[in-house]
């Protein structure tokens, strides 16, 4: 799972659905905190890797388990909530409120707010950047007077893989 080593290539595709290599987008994690003056520790670096390496939005627990089988020793929930923190801090991860879990996110060098598409069938989850929705929502924030911290939109339905052909 070492992944140092590896150059970091920002994504320059439109789009692109973020079928990226884990251990290059984690060298680019790595980078951003570098560049921003935050440090990526070994532990919040071992969970962006395993969130990466899972693909697809995991529990925190999942995550414990993960790590406790890795370090052979148990990891305090505290701790992994605080590593979960600081990498949504740093737009390295967002967290999906209806399934409690977290993915990370495809572009993290560009701004952007996410835009998800979950299978409730095999869990897969889909990161998609859309500005028509992004300015859609900018607007009528706007006119409510809203000031936006977190805009993550879920959407649920079933993947193309778990859809029959046709079905739609
Ligand atoms: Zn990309
Ligand atoms: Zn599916």
Redesign the pocket.
């Known amino acids: 799972m070492e992944s140092l080593g590896t150059e970091p290539q920002p ?1 320059t ?1 439109p789009d ?5 290599a884990p251990a290059e987008r984690v060298a680019l994690a790595v980078a951003l905190c570098a560049a921003r003056g935050n440090k990526l520790t070994t532990l919040r670096r071992h969970v962006l890797e395993l969130l990466w390496e899972r693909g697809r939005p995991t529990g925190a627990y999942a995550l414990i388990e993960a790590l406790e089988l890795r370090y052979d020793r148990p990891v305090g929930p505290p701790t992994i909530y605080r590593a979960l923190e600081f990498l949504i801090s740093q737009r390295l991860v967002s967290k999906i409120e209806s399934r409690n879990a977290y993915v990370p996110r ?2 993290p060098e560009r701004q952007h707010d996410g835009l998800f598409f979950l299978c409730s069938i095999c869990g897969a989850s889909t990161e998609l950047e859309d500005p028509r929705v992004l300015r859609v929502l900018a607007e009528d924030a706007a006119a409510l007077g809203y000031r936006v911290d977190r805009r993550v939109v879920e959407v649920q339905g079933a993947c193309p893989n778990c859809v029959p052909a046709g079905a739609v």
């Open positions: 994504c595709d692109c659905r973020g079928q990226h495809a572009h």
